[in-house]
């Protein structure tokens, strides 16, 4: 128990540390770096608490997808330093108010999510003991779901030769 009480406070204080790195670092290569730190803190998480498959998801998802895509427009707008520094100090005040808002609907949650009654139970139209989660999901999405998940797949590799195209072609221009 404490173990894992240990493991928990590690990981959500690696997670609000790399989050804070990742807002008040200039460079952006280095935000998106520190995103990926939090990221793969938290799918840890998520595998501690049981769930293989949002764990995989954030994994593939966020931080192979979502990240790539990020470096992908920080090199290609390439924006100097001084436009950062002027557009940062220009919405501060709005990121202050967002904070502020943000904070309200934290406190908000967290007071209606612990009045709530502790006998919650899912109701699941199979045994967990049977196989884990991931293998239930996985199950089901492969016999509903086939054709989608192959269609994602064509497309998502459609997007990454058009990537590649554009990239070299911005190469060849100057």
């Not at 935000?31 to 049981?50: D, E, N, P, R, S």
């Not at 470096?71 to 100097?80: A, S």
């Amino acid at each position: 128990m404490l173990g894992e009480v240990l493991v928990f406070f590690y990981l959500a204080s690696a997670m609000v540390i790399s989050s804070l790195l990742a807002v008040v670092s200039r460079n952006p290569v280095h935000a998106i770096l520190w995103i990926l730190v939090m990221i793969l803190h938290q799918a840890f998480m998520l595998y501690t608490l049981g769930s293989e498959f949002l764990t995989a998801v954030q994994i593939i998802v966020y931080a192979g997808a979502v990240l790539v895509l990020f470096l992908f427009v920080v090199y290609i707008i390439n924006l100097r330093r001084e436009e950062r520094w002027r557009i940062f100090v220009e919405r501060s005040s709005l990121g202050l108010v967002c904070f502020v808002v943000f904070l309200y609907l934290l406190f908000k949650n967290l007071a209606f999510f612990t009045a709530l009654s502790p006998a919650f139970k899912a109701n699941l139209p199979y045994h967990l003991a049977e196989a884990t989660n991931l293998q239930w999901i996985a199950r089901y999405l492969y016999s509903h779901y086939l054709f989608q998940f192959e269609l994602i797949g064509v497309i998502l590799l459609v997007v990454v030769f058009g990537a590649v195209y554009l990239l070299r072609k911005l190469k060849e221009e100057s």
